[in-house]
């Protein structure tokens, strides 16, 4: 009675739990469960599925890639935003930060053909950039071109602020 309850807890057989002081080797090794699409999809539906992958929700923001250098007296952010228009790219700056935001539309056609690769973000983007110094913000110029933009940030002169300790 003992053995098949521990036969059942423990998934061995009564012969192996029976050898009373003899010593046993017991390998488990998890069963994989086989995963069928064949159950789940139909042939079709199957070859859609393999095709086709959803990174991101439609309600999310892909963030945007940047280089940022300093030259001199200028810092200079660069960006590959292809896909995008002039008026789809909003840019905000302050002293310390700059705040990058947009929208790259997807073509009208590219929604008729069956996908194999789909890496290409589409739809809103931003990126809050902390930059290393202060800078001009009422001097700051942007161009876009090609599909690159490219924002010039003037240095400020940066002020020393001496804390004075108390006793």
Same mark, same amino acid.
């Given at each position: ?10 998934? %061995?057989k009564?012969?192996? %739990? ?5 010593? =046993?080797?017991?390998?488990? &090794? ?8 064949? #159950?789940?999809?139909?042939? &079709? #539906?199957?070859e859609?599925?393999?095709f086709?992958? /959803?990174? +991101?929700?439609?309600s999310? &923001? ?8 300093? *030259?001199?007296?200028? +810092?200079?952010?660069?960006?590959a935003?292809? @896909?995008?228009?002039?008026? !789809?790219? !909003?840019?905000? =700056? /302050?002293? !310390? ?7 790259? +539309?997807?073509? /009208?056609?590219?929604?008729? @053909?069956?996908y194999?690769?789909q ?11 902390? +930059? ?6 009422? &001097? $700051?110029?942007?161009?876009? #071109? ?10 400020? /002169?940066?002020?020393? #602020? *001496? $804390?004075?300790?108390?006793?």
């Open positions: 009675m003992a053995n098949k309850f521990w036969s059942k807890i423990t998934g %061995l009564n012969d192996i %739990l029976e050898k009373d002081g003899e010593e =046993v080797m017991v390998f488990y &090794q998890e069963k994989k469960k086989k995963q069928s699409f064949k #159950k789940e999809f139909p042939k &079709q #539906k199957r859609e599925k393999m086709q992958e /959803e990174w +991101l929700p439609d999310a &923001q892909g963030q945007l890639v940047i280089d940022l250098y300093e *030259r001199t007296d200028v +810092l200079v952010i660069k960006s935003i292809a @896909g995008a228009k002039t008026k !789809d790219i !909003d840019i905000t =700056v /302050e002293p !310390d930060l700059v705040v990058v935001k947009g929208e790259k +539309l997807k073509d /009208e056609d590219s929604g008729a @053909g069956k194999y690769y890496e290409c973000f589409w739809g809103k983007f931003s990126r809050t950039i902390i +930059l290393p110094c202060p800078i001009k913000p009422e &001097q $700051v110029r942007a161009n876009f #071109k090609n599909g690159i933009l490219t924002i010039i940030l003037p240095k400020a /002169e940066e002020r020393e #602020k *001496r $804390v004075e300790i108390k006793e």
